[in-house]
């Protein structure tokens, strides 16, 4: 289940398995089924990731 996050004036979605912060909602949850389906990150989209 991804995490929402408060940060300031935005809100960002955190993958529960990783960590990683991103704006968008579905990108978050697609970093999530990724890694726990394959125990690692995909550069496709970490690269979505966003900074706090």
Do not use: P
Not at 1 to 10: A, D, L, P, R
Not at 23 to 48: F, G, P, R, T
Request: aromatic share 6%; proline share 0%.
């Amino acid at each position: 289940m991804v995490t929402s996050i408060k940060n300031k004036n935005k809100e960002l979605f955190q993958c529960d398995e990783c960590g990683l912060k991103y704006a968008d909602k579905a990108m978050a949850e697609k970093c999530e089924a990724w890694c726990k389906e394959h125990k690692s990150c995909n550069l496709d989209i970490i690269k979505h990731s966003v900074r706090e």
